[in-house]
């Protein structure tokens, strides 16, 4: 069975600060594309990322850096120097690379920046 | 360009009424998906369609839910006989193609009185 666990539900931070979202999943599969999704308070879940399992050098973009550990089955997400429009729910999500095609999401974390 | 839109925005409806929502997708985009989204949880995959046809009706929680997309492009999502459970926020997503990444419309809050 595919799971995708985000232990944190909630997080606070202080504007600048940097926060690390964490995210843990399962599956028996060699083959999966692994997701970050952004939902503001508007609703519209926005794409961040995605990763196959094949790859799993880190990447950077801008303030956002994606920490891929297959030995850990983690794919954490950092935002570094962070901002008042960086609150939001953030979802991580896996997707089976041979078979179904529907994306298994895990319960999200509220991130809430101060400023 | 346009992306993924849900109408209506808001549909409130009394028990046992039945509600047909829409979802329009990136024009070009292949694939279709349906989830829904209850309060504080991530989205939960209820249907998905690789042109005309349902590749996976495996999400739909009971006969009550029923979707379509006729011609490839738009889709309904219906749903008979309502209950105060499927109170949610129904999420439709496309994408160019099966596996890629789904681009997400900003959903249909439905309240079921």
């Known amino acids: 069975a595919q799971k995708v666990t985000q232990a944190q539900t909630e997080i606070s931070v202080v504007e600048k600060e940097d926060v690390t979202l964490d995210c843990v999943y399962e599956t028996r599969d060699t083959t999966y594309y692994l997701f970050w999704y952004k939902q503001p308070p508007s609703g519209e879940l926005v794409f961040l990322i995605r990763r196959n399992s094949f790859d799993e050098q880190n990447e950077i973009s801008g303030r956002y850096s994606w920490n891929f550990q297959k030995s850990t089955s983690s794919f954490n997400f950092t935002i570094t120097a962070s901002q008042v429009v960086d609150s939001a729910v953030y979802f991580c999500?896996?997707?089976?690379?041979?078979?179904?095609?529907?994306?298994?999401f895990g319960t999200g974390t509220s991130l809430t920046v101060i400023p | 360009g346009a992306g993924v839109s849900q109408t209506p925005s808001n549909k409130v409806t009394e028990k046992g009424k039945y509600v047909e929502l829409r979802c329009d997708p990136i024009?070009?985009?292949?694939?279709l998906y349906w989830y829904r989204q209850s309060l504080g949880q991530g989205p939960e995959f209820l249907i998905y369609f690789q042109g005309t046809g349902a590749a996976d009706d495996s999400g739909l929680p009971n006969d009550r839910f029923f979707a379509v997309r006729p011609e490839g492009s738009v889709s309904t999502l219906k749903i008979q006989r309502t209950e105060r459970g499927d109170s949610a926020v129904y999420l439709c997503a496309s994408s160019p193609a099966v596996g890629s990444e789904q681009f997400f419309g900003p959903g249909t809050r439905l309240t079921v009185l």
């Open positions: 024009s070009g985009h292949t694939a």
């Open positions: 999500a896996l997707r089976r690379g041979n078979t179904g095609n529907q994306f298994y």
